[in-house]
Protein backbone atom coordinates (compact mmCIF):
# COMPACT_ATOMS: atom_id res chain seq x y z
CA UNK A 1 0.00 0.00 0.00
CA UNK A 2 2.88 2.10 0.63
CA UNK A 3 4.48 2.04 -2.86
CA UNK A 4 0.76 2.74 -4.32
CA UNK A 5 0.62 6.05 -2.36
CA UNK A 6 3.83 6.80 -3.33
CA UNK A 7 2.02 6.70 -7.20
CA UNK A 8 -1.14 8.61 -5.97
CA UNK A 9 0.06 10.68 -3.27
CA UNK A 10 1.61 13.37 -5.68
CA UNK A 11 -0.75 13.36 -8.03
CA UNK A 12 -3.62 14.42 -4.96
CA UNK A 13 -1.35 16.37 -3.57
CA UNK A 14 -0.61 18.59 -5.94
CA UNK A 15 -4.41 18.97 -6.46
CA UNK A 16 -5.25 19.74 -2.83
CA UNK A 17 -2.18 22.19 -3.31
CA UNK A 18 -3.87 23.72 -6.16
CA UNK A 19 -7.16 24.20 -4.32
CA UNK A 20 -5.19 25.89 -1.38
CA UNK A 21 -3.46 28.45 -3.63
CA UNK A 22 -7.01 29.63 -5.07
CA UNK A 23 -8.76 29.47 -1.71
CA UNK A 24 -6.01 31.18 0.03
CA UNK A 25 -6.16 33.68 -2.64
CA UNK A 26 -2.77 32.90 -4.09
CA UNK A 27 -3.71 32.58 -7.01
CA UNK A 28 -7.62 33.76 -8.37
CA UNK A 29 -9.63 31.37 -10.41
CA UNK A 30 -9.22 33.17 -13.61
CA UNK A 31 -5.23 32.14 -13.26
CA UNK A 32 -6.08 28.97 -13.06
CA UNK A 33 -7.86 29.38 -16.68
CA UNK A 34 -4.65 31.01 -18.13
CA UNK A 35 -3.01 27.67 -16.17
CA UNK A 36 -5.44 25.40 -18.16
CA UNK A 37 -5.05 27.39 -21.47
CA UNK A 38 -1.19 26.65 -21.70
CA UNK A 39 -1.28 22.97 -20.72
CA UNK A 40 -4.41 22.11 -23.47
CA UNK A 41 -2.43 24.45 -26.03
CA UNK A 42 1.15 23.93 -25.59
CA UNK A 43 2.30 21.63 -22.70
CA UNK A 44 -0.22 18.37 -23.70
CA UNK A 45 0.34 18.98 -27.35
CA UNK A 46 4.23 18.83 -27.13
CA UNK A 47 3.96 15.66 -25.11
CA UNK A 48 1.67 14.34 -27.78
CA UNK A 49 3.74 15.36 -30.34
CA UNK A 50 7.01 13.99 -28.73
CA UNK A 51 5.34 10.52 -28.16
CA UNK A 52 4.49 10.09 -31.53
CA UNK A 53 7.36 11.56 -33.73
CA UNK A 54 9.47 9.37 -31.83
CA UNK A 55 7.97 6.36 -32.91
CA UNK A 56 7.26 4.20 -35.91
CA UNK A 57 3.86 4.85 -37.40
CA UNK A 58 3.00 1.33 -36.69
CA UNK A 59 3.33 1.83 -33.14
CA UNK A 60 1.51 4.94 -33.12
CA UNK A 61 -2.29 3.53 -32.83
CA UNK A 62 -2.85 0.30 -31.01
CA UNK A 63 -5.91 -1.70 -32.90
CA UNK A 64 -6.67 -3.13 -29.56
CA UNK A 65 -6.26 -0.53 -27.21
CA UNK A 66 -7.68 1.87 -29.17
CA UNK A 67 -10.97 -0.42 -29.66
CA UNK A 68 -11.37 -1.41 -26.36
CA UNK A 69 -11.35 2.31 -25.33
CA UNK A 70 -13.82 2.97 -27.39
CA UNK A 71 -16.24 0.40 -26.92
CA UNK A 72 -16.00 0.87 -23.07
CA UNK A 73 -16.88 4.51 -24.05
CA UNK A 74 -19.79 3.74 -26.09
CA UNK A 75 -21.22 0.92 -23.91
CA UNK A 76 -20.87 2.90 -20.46
CA UNK A 77 -23.01 5.90 -22.38
CA UNK A 78 -25.25 3.63 -23.13
CA UNK A 79 -26.00 2.13 -19.71
CA UNK A 80 -25.98 5.90 -18.27
CA UNK A 81 -28.31 6.85 -20.96
CA UNK A 82 -30.89 3.94 -20.28
CA UNK A 83 -30.09 4.69 -16.47
CA UNK A 84 -31.11 8.16 -16.41
CA UNK A 85 -33.55 7.83 -18.75
CA UNK A 86 -35.47 6.33 -15.88
CA UNK A 87 -34.87 8.62 -13.37
CA UNK A 88 -34.23 12.38 -14.34
CA UNK A 89 -35.67 14.26 -17.80
CA UNK A 90 -33.53 14.74 -21.12
CA UNK A 91 -31.29 17.57 -20.44
CA UNK A 92 -29.77 16.05 -16.95
CA UNK A 93 -29.52 12.52 -18.27
CA UNK A 94 -27.53 14.24 -21.01
CA UNK A 95 -25.75 16.08 -19.03
CA UNK A 96 -25.33 12.40 -16.88
CA UNK A 97 -24.31 10.41 -20.12
CA UNK A 98 -21.98 12.96 -20.64
CA UNK A 99 -19.77 12.59 -17.48
CA UNK A 100 -20.12 9.20 -16.97
CA UNK A 101 -17.81 8.52 -20.41
CA UNK A 102 -15.81 11.04 -20.78
CA UNK A 103 -12.29 10.91 -18.52
CA UNK A 104 -9.89 13.69 -18.10
CA UNK A 105 -7.00 12.11 -19.97
CA UNK A 106 -4.92 15.45 -19.94
CA UNK A 107 -5.14 16.80 -16.38
CA UNK A 108 -5.00 13.79 -14.24
CA UNK A 109 -4.75 10.79 -16.77
CA UNK A 110 -1.33 11.83 -18.12
CA UNK A 111 0.26 13.23 -14.74
CA UNK A 112 -0.53 9.40 -13.51
CA UNK A 113 0.82 7.59 -16.76
CA UNK A 114 3.99 9.66 -16.48
CA UNK A 115 4.10 8.26 -13.02
CA UNK A 116 3.08 5.01 -13.68
CA UNK A 117 4.42 4.42 -17.66
CA UNK A 118 6.71 7.07 -18.48
CA UNK A 119 8.12 5.27 -21.22
CA UNK A 120 4.31 4.83 -22.91
CA UNK A 121 2.23 8.04 -20.98
CA UNK A 122 2.40 10.52 -24.59
CA UNK A 123 1.33 7.44 -26.67
CA UNK A 124 -1.64 6.35 -24.53
CA UNK A 125 -2.58 10.51 -24.50
CA UNK A 126 -2.54 10.19 -28.15
CA UNK A 127 -4.77 7.31 -28.04
CA UNK A 128 -7.25 8.75 -25.82
CA UNK A 129 -7.61 12.04 -27.11
CA UNK A 130 -7.89 11.11 -30.49
CA UNK A 131 -10.81 8.72 -29.64
CA UNK A 132 -12.16 11.13 -27.03
CA UNK A 133 -12.37 14.44 -29.82
CA UNK A 134 -13.33 12.06 -32.61
CA UNK A 135 -15.95 10.18 -31.46
CA UNK A 136 -17.17 10.49 -27.41
CA UNK A 137 -17.19 14.02 -26.82
CA UNK A 138 -18.99 14.69 -29.99
CA UNK A 139 -21.72 11.82 -29.44
CA UNK A 140 -21.94 13.44 -25.75
CA UNK A 141 -22.53 16.62 -27.37
CA UNK A 142 -24.96 15.04 -29.77
CA UNK A 143 -26.90 14.06 -26.78
CA UNK A 144 -26.99 17.74 -25.27
CA UNK A 145 -28.41 19.31 -28.57
CA UNK A 146 -31.09 16.56 -28.50
CA UNK A 147 -32.20 17.45 -25.43
CA UNK A 148 -32.58 21.02 -26.40
CA UNK A 149 -34.13 20.03 -29.16
CA UNK A 150 -31.61 21.95 -31.15
CA UNK A 151 -29.76 21.21 -34.21
CA UNK A 152 -26.61 19.26 -34.18
CA UNK A 153 -23.90 20.32 -36.84
CA UNK A 154 -21.38 17.20 -37.06
CA UNK A 155 -19.24 19.60 -40.09
CA UNK A 156 -18.54 22.27 -37.00
CA UNK A 157 -17.31 19.83 -34.43
CA UNK A 158 -15.13 17.87 -36.38
CA UNK A 159 -13.59 21.06 -37.47
CA UNK A 160 -13.64 22.15 -34.01
CA UNK A 161 -11.59 18.96 -33.19
CA UNK A 162 -9.16 19.30 -36.27
CA UNK A 163 -8.67 23.28 -34.54
CA UNK A 164 -7.63 21.63 -31.09
CA UNK A 165 -3.70 22.13 -30.36
CA UNK A 166 -3.58 18.43 -29.22
CA UNK A 167 -5.14 16.83 -32.63
CA UNK A 168 -2.16 19.30 -34.59
CA UNK A 169 0.45 17.61 -32.16
CA UNK A 170 -0.29 14.28 -32.60
CA UNK A 171 -0.68 15.43 -36.65
CA UNK A 172 2.27 16.73 -36.91
CA UNK A 173 4.18 14.12 -34.84
CA UNK A 174 1.90 11.33 -37.60
CA UNK A 175 3.77 13.36 -40.08
CA UNK A 176 7.64 13.62 -38.51
CA UNK A 177 7.05 9.56 -38.16
CA UNK A 178 6.14 9.15 -42.05
CA UNK A 179 8.86 11.42 -42.87
CA UNK A 180 11.15 10.02 -40.92
CA UNK A 181 12.31 13.65 -40.02
CA UNK A 182 15.41 14.01 -36.81
CA UNK A 183 14.99 17.09 -35.32
CA UNK A 184 17.70 19.11 -34.15
CA UNK A 185 18.68 18.86 -30.87
CA UNK A 186 18.45 21.72 -29.24
CA UNK A 187 14.49 21.49 -30.62
CA UNK A 188 14.05 18.30 -29.09
CA UNK A 189 15.26 20.02 -25.50
CA UNK A 190 12.92 22.19 -25.93
CA UNK A 191 9.86 20.18 -26.74
CA UNK A 192 10.57 17.71 -23.99
CA UNK A 193 11.30 20.87 -21.36
CA UNK A 194 8.06 21.86 -21.99
CA UNK A 195 6.12 18.47 -22.30
CA UNK A 196 7.55 17.57 -18.67
CA UNK A 197 5.60 20.86 -17.24
CA UNK A 198 2.12 19.34 -18.37
CA UNK A 199 1.75 16.73 -15.44
CA UNK A 200 2.63 19.37 -12.62
CA UNK A 201 0.69 22.20 -14.07
CA UNK A 202 -2.41 20.47 -15.11
CA UNK A 203 -3.06 18.56 -11.44
CA UNK A 204 -2.78 22.18 -9.99
CA UNK A 205 -5.30 23.51 -12.47
CA UNK A 206 -7.34 20.59 -11.51
CA UNK A 207 -7.45 21.50 -7.79
CA UNK A 208 -7.86 25.46 -7.95
CA UNK A 209 -10.83 24.43 -10.82
CA UNK A 210 -12.21 22.72 -8.01
CA UNK A 211 -11.87 25.67 -5.72
CA UNK A 212 -14.03 28.03 -8.06
CA UNK A 213 -16.93 25.97 -8.34
CA UNK A 214 -20.44 26.26 -7.56
CA UNK A 215 -21.22 23.22 -6.55
CA UNK A 216 -25.08 23.75 -6.26
CA UNK A 217 -27.31 21.27 -7.78
CA UNK A 218 -28.83 17.23 -7.15
CA UNK A 219 -26.80 15.57 -5.06
CA UNK A 220 -28.06 12.28 -5.14
CA UNK A 221 -27.62 12.15 -8.99
CA UNK A 222 -24.32 13.75 -9.23
CA UNK A 223 -23.51 10.52 -7.01
CA UNK A 224 -24.62 8.79 -9.31
CA UNK A 225 -22.74 10.14 -11.83
CA UNK A 226 -19.81 10.14 -10.16
CA UNK A 227 -20.04 6.10 -9.77
CA UNK A 228 -21.12 5.62 -12.93
CA UNK A 229 -17.66 7.51 -14.00
CA UNK A 230 -15.34 5.80 -11.11
CA UNK A 231 -16.60 2.16 -11.30
CA UNK A 232 -18.88 1.83 -13.95
CA UNK A 233 -16.57 3.05 -16.80
CA UNK A 234 -13.86 0.81 -16.14
CA UNK A 235 -15.55 -2.32 -15.35
CA UNK A 236 -17.30 -1.82 -18.78
CA UNK A 237 -13.77 -1.56 -20.43
CA UNK A 238 -12.68 -4.72 -18.69
CA UNK A 239 -15.29 -6.41 -20.24
CA UNK A 240 -14.61 -5.25 -23.50
CA UNK A 241 -11.01 -6.14 -23.03
CA UNK A 242 -11.97 -9.45 -22.22
CA UNK A 243 -14.40 -9.80 -24.77
CA UNK A 244 -12.07 -8.62 -28.03
CA UNK A 245 -9.67 -10.84 -26.23
CA UNK A 246 -11.48 -13.76 -27.52
CA UNK A 247 -11.64 -12.37 -30.99
CA UNK A 248 -7.91 -11.81 -31.25
CA UNK A 249 -7.96 -8.71 -30.51
CA UNK A 250 -6.06 -9.10 -26.99
CA UNK A 251 -4.35 -6.63 -24.84
CA UNK A 252 -1.89 -7.29 -21.82
CA UNK A 253 0.74 -5.99 -20.22
CA UNK A 254 0.97 -1.89 -19.37
CA UNK A 255 -1.49 -1.12 -22.12
CA UNK A 256 -4.11 -3.26 -20.56
CA UNK A 257 -3.62 -1.73 -17.22
CA UNK A 258 -3.35 2.23 -18.52
CA UNK A 259 -6.50 1.49 -20.45
CA UNK A 260 -8.44 0.58 -17.01
CA UNK A 261 -6.64 2.95 -15.31
CA UNK A 262 -7.60 5.66 -17.68
CA UNK A 263 -10.88 4.83 -17.60
CA UNK A 264 -10.94 5.29 -13.86
CA UNK A 265 -10.03 8.88 -13.61
CA UNK A 266 -12.95 11.06 -12.95
CA UNK A 267 -14.54 13.35 -16.05
CA UNK A 268 -12.61 15.84 -18.04
CA UNK A 269 -12.29 19.55 -16.51
CA UNK A 270 -14.49 21.26 -19.30
CA UNK A 271 -17.53 19.30 -18.23
CA UNK A 272 -19.00 21.41 -16.58
CA UNK A 273 -18.68 24.57 -19.28
CA UNK A 274 -20.05 22.03 -21.51
CA UNK A 275 -23.13 21.52 -19.27
CA UNK A 276 -24.36 24.93 -19.00
CA UNK A 277 -25.89 24.57 -22.85
CA UNK A 278 -28.05 22.57 -20.77
CA UNK A 279 -28.47 24.79 -17.84
CA UNK A 280 -26.91 22.48 -15.60
CA UNK A 281 -23.36 23.15 -14.84
CA UNK A 282 -24.52 23.08 -10.82
CA UNK A 283 -25.23 19.01 -11.45
CA UNK A 284 -21.78 18.99 -13.03
CA UNK A 285 -19.76 20.70 -11.23
CA UNK A 286 -21.14 18.76 -8.17
CA UNK A 287 -20.43 15.69 -10.26
CA UNK A 288 -17.05 16.51 -11.31
CA UNK A 289 -16.24 17.72 -7.38
CA UNK A 290 -17.26 14.15 -5.80
CA UNK A 291 -15.60 12.10 -8.73
CA UNK A 292 -12.57 14.07 -8.03
CA UNK A 293 -12.61 13.85 -4.23
CA UNK A 294 -13.71 9.93 -4.56
CA UNK A 295 -10.94 9.48 -6.80
CA UNK A 296 -8.47 9.10 -4.42
CA UNK A 297 -10.22 6.00 -2.94
CA UNK A 298 -11.24 4.48 -6.22
CA UNK A 299 -7.65 4.71 -7.93
CA UNK A 300 -5.44 3.77 -5.35
CA UNK A 301 -8.08 0.55 -5.04
CA UNK A 302 -7.64 0.20 -9.18
CA UNK A 303 -3.84 0.26 -8.91
CA UNK A 304 -3.90 -1.92 -6.11
CA UNK A 305 -5.89 -4.68 -8.29
CA UNK A 306 -4.27 -4.03 -11.26
CA UNK A 307 -0.50 -3.72 -10.50
Avoid at 265 to 277: D, G, K, N, R, S
Wanted: proline letters at 5%.
Amino acid sequence: MTAILGITFPIFAAIALGYGLVRWQVFRSADMRVLGGYVMQIALPALIFNAVASRDIGEVFNLPYMTAFLLGGLVTMGIAFGWFSAITGPQRRAVGAMGATVPNSGFIGAPMMLILFPDIAGLILAMNMLVENVILIPLALALIEAAKGGGFHLGKVLLGVLRRPMVIGLIVGLVVSVLGVTLPAPLTRLIDMIAGSAAPIALIVIGGSLAGLAVKGNRALAAQIAVAKLVVHPLVTLAAITLLGLVGLGLGGDLRVALILSTAVPMFTIYTVLAQESGHEGLASLALLVATVASFVTLNVAIFLLI
